[in-house]
């Protein structure tokens, strides 16, 4: 168990009481469904009481491969995270190019960004949005630990993104797809980003939980009724609670820290995968709005 035979630094680290909401046990259907400015989830949750540790003392202890994430720093040539023109033209090279330096990967593909506050977005869920896309807009924290994506979806995505961008490429013998997650508010933040050491991830149950992007709500019993061809759609992986679970987070994050953990890293010889999840921090009572933006990648070794 890798708590156990946690390094002693490791042990040194201040330790935070705080809740994370888990998915409970039990057979029911598990789906996200997204749309602007508000997302929800079926199935039942609770709450637990849970320590998460501050790492940011210890930063450069956290390695990729063993704990299934890192933090960095790496300047952005950003200047406002809302203009979302230069996000567009400029961000996503940016990660690419630092993602492929932090893992040795040969190439590297963004899949879209999405910035995340713990500001109000009552309003901007009113303003309905037809055709709404996952990507490039505004969404509260994530309020559940989870992982983006299941092991199938996981295969699809690279494979299908292989395929698209180097069609005449050798091939890979290894895939990550991750996270590359900034905060660009002003320390301390409210609700910051804990993520959970993958070695620890894989105690209790587990539930595949389906994305569904949509304009609108289904209401009542539609949120739960059979969608043909489900199994292929885009799922997460959301756990549910074990005292197992290793929570850790990095206080005080600056515009330039960058933290990069793992959705599936298809070498399982390695920490493949990270637990993650919003939490409010009891730490600092008059800590500022978190406003955050995330790059999902795929890196490919050939």
């Not at 540790?53 to 790496?74: E, V």
């Not at 953990?261 to 009891?282: E, G, L, Q, V």
């Amino acid at each position: 168990m890798a708590t156990a035979a946690a390094d002693d630094i490791e042990e040194t680290a201040r330790k935070v009481q705080a809740t994370i909401r888990y998915v409970d046990p039990g057979d029911f259907v598990t789906r996200r469904y997204v749309s602007q400015g508000e997302e929800i989830n079926t199935g039942t949750y609770s709450d637990h009481r849970v320590i998460v540790r501050d790492g940011m003392p210890i930063r450069d202890h956290f390695q990729l491969d063993t704990h299934g994430f890192m933090i960095a720093k790496n300047p952005t040539a950003i200047t406002d995270f809302h203009d979302k023109e230069m996000v567009d033209r400029l961000y996503e090279r940016e990660v690419e190019d630092h993602v492929r330096r932090l893992t040795g990967a040969d190439k590297v593909v963004a899949r879209g960004w999405m910035i995340r506050t713990s500001a109000d977005l009552t309003e901007r869920a009113r303003q309905k949005s037809e055709n709404y896309q996952h990507t490039g807009g505004i969404q509260p924290p994530a309020g559940e630990a989870h992982i983006d994506i299941n092991t199938p979806t996981a295969q699809r995505m690279a494979e299908m993104t292989y395929k698209k961008e180097f069609p005449d490429g050798p091939g890979y013998k290894r895939f990550l797809i991750s996270s590359y997650w900034r905060t660009f508010s002003p320390p301390p933040q409210d609700v910051p980003l804990a993520v959970c050491d993958g070695r620890t991830s894989h105690s209790g149950e587990e539930k595949s939980n389906t994305l569904f992007v949509v304009d609108e709500f289904p209401k009542g019993d539609a949120l739960t009724a059979p969608v043909e061809g489900e199994e292929e759609m885009m799922a997460a992986t959301i756990p549910s609670f074990s005292p197992e679970h290793r929570w850790w987070y990095f206080s005080n994050m600056q515009a330039d820290d960058v933290l990069l953990f793992k959705f599936h890293d298809s070498d399982h010889s390695r920490t493949w995968r990270c637990p993650h999840t919003a939490f409010i921090d009891p730490s600092f009572p008059d800590a500022h709005t978190r406003a955050s933006i995330e790059v999902r990648s795929v890196a490919f070794f050939e």
